[in-house]
């Protein structure tokens, strides 16, 4: 199976701009959570979506948005950039509905903002 | 409430000596736990989890964890540490109480392998 796939890799941003992170899920998993993580903060969390809809949500400012499709991919959204969003941005998905059932992470979206 | 404690932030160890990095959780119902390793600029990646079966629990890289229920600890051992085990470690509790459950993450421990 694949793992979990983000895109893209690299982002460089200047303030006051939006940008948009992509997360395709493991087959089969329908939760997909995101993470901030940062040197200062260490690993935070922003939200979970599962089938759709966002079931958990994280201390973070409504610039932070996210969605879920059909399929299980996810998208984060984050709008009007500020320096201190700068971060790894990490997806992590994982089958529900069974007891224990771990995280899988992806190599996450290093979002610098400029 | 749940929540999870990584007692140290940085531990430093020489190559070939035993490894130990300490977990404490708290947590209202029967937790799942997880440990999980960062390399750098990489994602999280799963070294063992303890669901309620064996409380030793092996994983990958010959890490291994024992649960203790009355001490609420879940601490991480390797009897012999390699170059390569430097990395950030997560200790992290998930409740699951239902399908809704929470994950808590520590606050990681960086591991330090001496020469």
């Known amino acids: 199976k694949a793992g979990v796939t983000q895109t893209p890799r690299y982002l460089i941003k200047t303030r006051g701009q939006q940008v948009t992170l992509s997360c395709s899920p493991i087959s089969g998993h329908r939760s997909v959570s995101w993470y901030q993580q940062t040197p200062g903060q260490g690993l935070q969390f922003l939200f979970e979506y599962f089938s759709e809809t966002q079931r958990n949500k994280g201390n973070f400012p409504g610039r932070f948005s996210g969605r879920q499709f059909s399929n299980s991919r996810s998208e984060m959204n984050v709008s009007t950039l500020e320096l201190g969003d700068s971060a790894l941005y990490l997806c992590?998905?994982?089958?529900?509905?069974?007891?224990?059932?771990?995280?899988?992470f992806g190599n996450g979206t290093r979002l610098t903002v400029t | 409430a749940q929540s999870v404690t990584q007692l140290d932030s940085h531990v430093s160890v020489s190559e070939g000596t035993p490894v130990l990095l300490r977990c404490n959780y708290s947590?209202?119902?029967?937790?799942?736990l997880f440990w999980y390793v960062q390399h750098p600029n990489k994602g999280l990646q799963l070294l063992l989890k303890y669901t309620s079966a064996a409380t030793l629990v092996k994983g990958i890289n010959g890490f291994e964890a024992e649960f203790k229920k009355s001490e609420t600890s879940f601490h991480l051992t390797k009897p012999s540490a390699h170059m390569s085990d430097a990395a950030e470690y997560f200790c992290?509790?998930?409740?699951?109480?239902?399908?809704?459950?929470?994950?808590?993450f520590g606050k990681g421990t960086r591991l330090h392998i001496l020469p």
């Open positions: 992290v509790v998930s409740d699951d109480p239902g399908r809704d459950d929470k994950i808590i």
């Open positions: 947590s209202s119902y029967s937790p799942s």
């Open positions: 992590a998905s994982r089958p529900t509905g069974t007891r224990g059932s771990p995280l899988h």
